[in-house]
């Protein structure tokens, strides 16, 4: 059967679901979302909420793990009478306050990477100093975020560079699996020799992905690109 690896999605449910259409959906293929379903695109909690009911596997993403820690300092502001260090916009407030138990959990549940064979699906990037597997807390939340790397495997803040930086995907040895991420949006899937990006920036207008994996042993060799065009756009591309 496949493994289908969507890219972020960004509350755009409606491309989602004509994407789904798009792949014919049988029992056997397992569906992974890459992370960032929420946020930016106008149906977040709905988007939880049809992940949820049609069993779609959850990466955690940046934007899922802000909700999953506004909701810890929440609690912890309501039992101690604190102010909540987190602030949110009226946007996020809305999903927050509209998001219901079932879709907190799920979001709670998301793990920081689903490895399946040979492909690792994880949300953003990784250094060829991580183990998944003995990866401490801070290595995990750095998946999350990574973009750039300098020779030495150093993270670089987003804006920052230095004269020897690249993409985190050109430094990357295949040590970990094939990577299938999403996080930065590219005009079209990005393609390195281990690693698969697959955010084609559906919230700016352009696409929504799926990789269509039939071998997670050889992902490299058995793969198909599946896309549906934006129906609007709903954000600008930084």
């Known amino acids: 059967m496949r493994t289908i690896i969507y890219g972020d999605v960004h509350g755009c449910l409606e491309e989602l679901k004509t994407l789904r259409e798009e792949l014919d959906i049988v029992d056997g293929d397992t569906e992974i979302l890459v992370g960032d379903i929420l946020d930016r695109g106008?149906?977040?909690?709905?988007?939880?909420?049809?992940?949820?009911?049609?069993?779609?596997?959850?990466?955690?993403?940046?934007?899922?793990?802000?909700?999953v820690r506004y909701k810890k300092h929440d609690e912890?502001?309501?039992a101690t009478g604190k102010r909540n260090p987190?602030?949110?916009?009226?946007?996020?407030?809305?999903?927050?306050?509209?998001?219901?138990e079932e879709n907190t959990r799920y979001l709670e549940e998301a793990p920081f990477f689903i490895k399946i064979d040979n492909v690792t699906v994880l949300h953003a990037g990784i250094t060829n100093k991580i183990d998944l597997q003995s990866a401490k807390q801070k290595d995990l939340e750095s998946l999350l975020m990574i973009r750039t790397l300098d020779e030495n495997q150093k993270i670089l803040r987003l804006g920052q560079t230095t004269w020897n930086a690249r993409f985190w995907s050109?430094?990357?040895?295949?040590?970990?699996?094939?990577?299938?991420?999403?996080?930065?949006?590219?005009?079209?899937?990005?393609?390195?020799?281990?690693?698969?990006?697959?955010?084609?920036?559906r919230v700016y207008g352009n696409k929504l992905?799926?990789?269509?994996?039939?071998?997670?042993?050889?992902?490299?060799?058995?793969?198909?690109?599946?896309?549906?065009?934006?129906?609007?756009?709903?954000?600008?591309?930084?």
């Open 170 to 201: 050109e430094w990357y040895n295949g040590d970990q699996g094939i990577i299938v991420y999403g996080h930065e949006a590219f005009d079209k899937v990005k393609i390195d020799k281990y690693s698969f990006g697959v955010d084609t920036g």
């Open 209 to 238: 992905t799926a990789l269509v994996i039939y071998d997670t042993k050889e992902p490299m060799l058995n793969y198909d690109i599946v896309q549906v065009n934006a129906f609007a756009e709903y954000a600008l591309k930084k």
């Open 86 to 100: 987190m602030r949110f916009n009226e946007s996020k407030l809305f999903i927050y306050e509209n998001m219901s």
């Open 42 to 67: 106008p149906f977040s909690n709905e988007t939880l909420t049809y992940a949820r009911q049609e069993k779609l596997r959850l990466v955690l993403g940046n934007h899922e793990r802000k909700y």
């Open 76 to 78: 912890r502001s309501k």
